[in-house]
């Protein structure tokens, strides 16, 4: 299937997602769209998906210009799109899933066997093994989103639109599915692949479109080194490597022995574990999401209590303590989702900025706040982290990605710390601000800091951390110095791969 | 600390629970006010067995007790947790029923089929308000409205039964008012996106003032031309009728129980076997994802919660039409909230509101049998029986139920 997107444009209210983009996908090509979180990229394939309609502009498909009303009559015109947030219904089996929306009956009953047949079909024509019996719910995320590809592909779609595809995927269940793209456009299938990863885009792609704030500022070839379709992205040279000296760890700071922490349905997330954060040492904690860092780390902090074990802040016990204990001892905390657990969105900058410090001089006591002392601090605090915002009085949810990142990062740093723990501190957020985080983080641990960093990124991981432990189901199942890893090596190790 | 919270998990807690209420019922009706007088079970007309309610009860005392025990020590998994419950909580109610029984004033016999009978009866309203919900619910949209619903198809029910003369019309005048009650609901809930359960109370205060004021203004002053509907007759199924014990309780009844039953069946097969169903569940749990398929999110859960209106409606039609009783102010007194406790203590599902409607229901009979044979426990409490069991069915037996996904969510595209 040919695609061509003519000048597409779509406002929410005064903010242009997306700018007159063009662009042009040829039958059986690999497109890339290569842009930052934020640049428009799913505005844009959401336009094309028939969930948004566009302002302007108009989409030809081989040629022929459409109106795409919802995404039924995408489907219909040959398109499919599997979305970087899965669209299963988790209590379904695979086979209703897929059915949805398409369901063959016979009198009125759902022909649940001509389905599963059908799905068998597809899954062997594109070597896609799914089980149609299963329940979506109890399925691992990569076969999940096999699930979702399997699904478009039994709609017979020409063009498929895959939007953060490996965002949950470790390395080597990215490799499977980049083997699966190439298969499908061999069998004639054009695929547009939504990233921000630049590796991935040098080694699948034909052809590139880099957006950059709504607008297409240029198409490259994969032949262009990363460095230069960095800068496309950004709009400026960005330092893609972390510099840094090697660590000098001192003595421990944070010891966690034996701990155990049971998730919100009360089944073991964390078992056990163990792990040393030393002075001056940054511990990159990698693994696939879900495999109990989230619990970890509430535990650590006193916001889940733990089954069992102790947690040691320079010899003083922590397990027991309330947050705010915890975080009087002398621990800062990027937690991992910002938007409901790092801010309170409706609260201004300048209020955001002391969300833990309001009770205690200069800013107030137990009975009095003193704004004058926050709107000083935030002043400075803005200026020191690049914070871009309006001003101090804007509500913190009026900013970007990156720089409510920013705020937190800026409110946990900007006192003496121990131990800083950063959970995907990079999430969202665009390059530039994700360069800005990772040198304070590094500048924090040559100040002698503990940093305790969770990650799902490898590329983080390995940019940062001295050490690495990498989780799975629960369990520290291997921990190394970040000098000989690789990704291959510790892709093996988060999907719970030990052998030497 | 850790242990102790260990130790006293779910099981164990209602294990302690039975151990004390059992104990209770043994030394309260066997002991210290114990029952005096055998108590006959009469099951049909010439089938009666009689018993020395002491021993009974304190029999059905000491199940209750062992029950408790087994889960303090043995039976501690959680899949335990129904039956025992059921088990349980039915001996101490039979010990309550024949305690009562064996100190009423006047009978000392527990009609069986009477009882079972007005199970059902007291039942029906309740299976048809659960189905709304069921209905409503199940594509994501909280029906806190159901009373009102039920009210204003008494409503109507009774109005247009007497003014057309026929029940039928007043039916189907039931239905269709219920069915706009909840069309209101499913405007505001899905197009303005108001908060469903304030929405569902206004609704309900609303249903209240209408049906207040038109009652008062005209159906109480000229009752003979607008509050006069007549009945549904009993239709006995040929055949099935003279079953022993169970034709009686089953199949002597009038259209609004067959319908209920059928309405469970249908429903049951249409949620999980038919095209519908299977969108209707997709948009309760993730209407995101239907709506990538093409699914029109908005209208099946308008859909939906117009049908239920008009399930509830029907119900409410089962009050006065369905029971030959005139029309009364607020005369549903919490049924349409009895009705939604049986849909969450069913899990959403239509056979499980059922069952948990004729829990609800045998609460009721059993609470009307009581009363007339003037038994010692005051009336009063009698009266709070139905809901006592809703309460502890609801907050105490549930424990964790996972509702659809997206139930109360309204969808926003974008």
Redesign the interface.
């Known amino acids: 299937m040919k695609l061509e997107l003519r000048g597409i444009t779509k406002r929410f209210g005064d903010l242009v997602a997306n700018d007159h983009i063009d662009l042009v996908v040829e039958p059986g090509e690999i497109h890339a769209l290569l842009g930052e979180n934020g640049a428009g990229k799913s505005t844009l394939m959401?336009v094309l998906?028939g969930?948004?309609r566009p302002d302007e502009g108009e989409i030809l498909v081989n040629d022929v210009p459409q109106t795409f009303r919802?995404?039924?009559?995408a489907?219909s015109a040959g398109i499919g799109?599997v979305?970087q947030h899965?669209?299963?219904?988790?209590?379904?089996t695979v086979a209703?899933?897929i059915?949805?929306?398409?369901?063959d009956?016979k009198l009125?009953?759902?022909d649940k066997k001509k389905a599963s047949a059908h799905i068998t079909e597809v899954s062997q024509t594109y070597g896609l093994p799914v089980d149609p019996e299963a329940v979506v719910e109890t399925l691992p995320v990569g076969v999940q989103q096999r699930v979702e590809i399997v699904k478009a592909l039994t709609r017979e779609v020409d063009l498929l639109i895959l939007d953060e595809p490996t965002a949950v995927l470790t390395p080597q269940e990215t490799d499977e599915l980049l083997e699966v793209l190439r298969g499908l456009k061999a069998a004639g299938k054009s695929i547009v692949l939504i990233t921000h990863k630049l590796r991935e885009v040098k080694a699948i792609a034909d052809k590139i479109t880099v957006i950059r704030r709504g607008k297409v500022v240029g198409t490259a070839d994969p032949g262009e080194s990363e460095d230069e379709l960095a800068a496309m992205m950004v709009g400026r040279h960005v330092q893609l490597v972390v510099d840094k000296s090697a660590a000098e760890p001192g003595a421990p700071v944070l010891t966690v022995k034996d701990l155990s922490v049971v998730d919100d349905r009360g089944h073991r997330a964390v078992t056990d574990i163990d792990l040393e954060v030393r002075a001056g040492e940054v511990l990159g904690v990698a693994g696939v999401q879900g495999n109990g860092q989230t619990e970890l780390i509430e535990a650590i902090m006193g916001l889940r209590?733990a089954?069992?074990g102790s947690v040691l802040l320079g010899g003083a016990e922590l397990r027991g303590r309330t947050t705010r204990q915890v975080l009087d001892a002398g621990v800062g905390y990027v937690p991992e989702d910002r938007s409901t657990d790092g801010l309170v969105k409706e609260f201004t900058v300048a209020e955001n900025l002391v969300l833990d410090l309001y009770k205690s001089e200069p800013f107030g006591s137990k009975l009095v706040y003193r704004p004058e002392a926050v709107a000083r601090n935030a002043k400075d605090r803005i200026e020191e982290f690049d914070v871009r915002t309006q001003s101090a009085d804007a509500p913190v949810g009026s900013l970007s990605g990156g720089n409510q990142q920013k705020v937190i990062v800026a409110r946990e740093m900007s006192r003496p710390l121990k131990l800083l723990i950063a959970s995907q501190p990079a999430r969202g957020v665009d390059v530039g601000s994700i360069e800005f985080i990772h040198k304070r983080i590094i500048r924090e641990r040559d100040q002698g800091g503990a940093v305790l960093l969770v990650s799902t990124e490898l590329d983080e991981i390995l940019a940062l951390a001295d050490r690495i432990a990498v989780m799975y189901r629960g369990e520290i199942i291997a921990t190394l110095p970040a000098a000989g890893a690789t990704s291959e090596k510790l892709g093996l190790l988060m999907a719970g791969v030990t052998g030497d | 600390m850790?242990t102790v919270a260990q130790f006293w998990n779910r099981n164990r807690i209602a294990g302690a629970v039975y151990v004390l209420l059992g104990l209770l019922a043994v030394l309260y009706f066997g002991v210290s006010n114990p029952a005096k007088n055998d108590v006959t079970l009469r099951l049909t007309a010439d089938t009666s067995l009689t018993f020395g309610a002491r021993p009974v009860i304190i029999v059905l005392g000491l199940v209750t007790v062992a029950v408790g025990v087994a889960l303090l020590a043995v039976l501690t998994a959680r899949s335990h947790f129904a039956w025992t419950a059921g088990v349980a909580l039915g001996a101490l109610v039979l010990a309550f029923l024949f305690w009562g029984t064996s100190l009423a004033k006047t009978l000392h016999t527990i009609p069986v089929e009477a009882l079972l009978y007005g199970t059902l009866i007291a039942a029906t309203p309740l299976i048809f308000g659960a189905l709304a919900g069921v209905l409503c619910e199940r594509s994501g949209v909280v029906n806190i409205n159901i009373e009102g619903q039920l009210l204003v198809g008494a409503f109507a029910g009774a109005l247009v039964g007497t003014m057309t003369k026929s029940v039928w019309a007043g039916l189907i005048a039931a239905g269709v008012c219920g069915a706009l009650m909840a069309a209101l609901l499913a405007v505001f809930a899905i197009k303005y996106l108001v908060d469903q359960v304030v929405l569902g109370v206004v609704l309900n205060v609303l249903a209240f003032g209408i049906t207040g004021v038109i009652y008062e203004r005209l159906m109480q002053p000229n009752a003979a031309e607008y509050n006069n509907a007549g009945q549904f007759k009993p239709w006995e199924v040929p055949g099935l009728s003279d079953i022993p014990l169970l034709g009686p309780v089953l199949f002597r009844h009038n259209l609004f129980v067959y319908l209920a039953l059928a309405l469970v069946a249908a429903i049951t097969f249409a949620l999980f076997?038919?095209?519908w169903g299977?969108?209707t569940?997709?948009v309760g749990?993730?209407p995101?994802?239907?709506?990538?398929?093409?699914?029109?999110v908005r209208l099946v859960r308008y859909r939906n919660t117009i049908m239920g209106g008009f399930v509830a409606g029907l119900g409410g039609a089962m009050l006065t039409i369905g029971a030959g009783v005139t029309f009364n102010k607020e005369m549903t007194a919490g049924k349409g909230f009895i009705a939604l406790a049986a849909l969450i203590f069913g899990r959403w599902s239509p056979v499980g509101a059922m069952l948990a409607a004729l829990l609800f229901g045998f609460a009721d009979a059993m609470q009307q049998f009581l009363s007339s044979v003037i038994s010692p426990v005051p009336s009063q409490f009698l009266q709070m029986a139905p809901y006592l069991a809703t309460l502890f069915a609801v907050a105490g037996l549930v424990g964790k139920v996972r509702a659809p996904?997206a139930d109360g969510k309204p969808y926003v595209?974008?």
């Open positions: 959401n998906y969930l948004l919802s995404p039924g009559d489907i799109m979305h899965f669209m299963l219904v988790p209590v379904f209703e899933n059915m949805l929306g398409a369901e009956t009125g009953v759902l209590p089954v069992s | 850790t076997y038919t095209r299977l969108r569940r997709a749990e993730h995101t994802a239907a709506d990538t398929l093409g699914i029109k996904a595209k974008g």
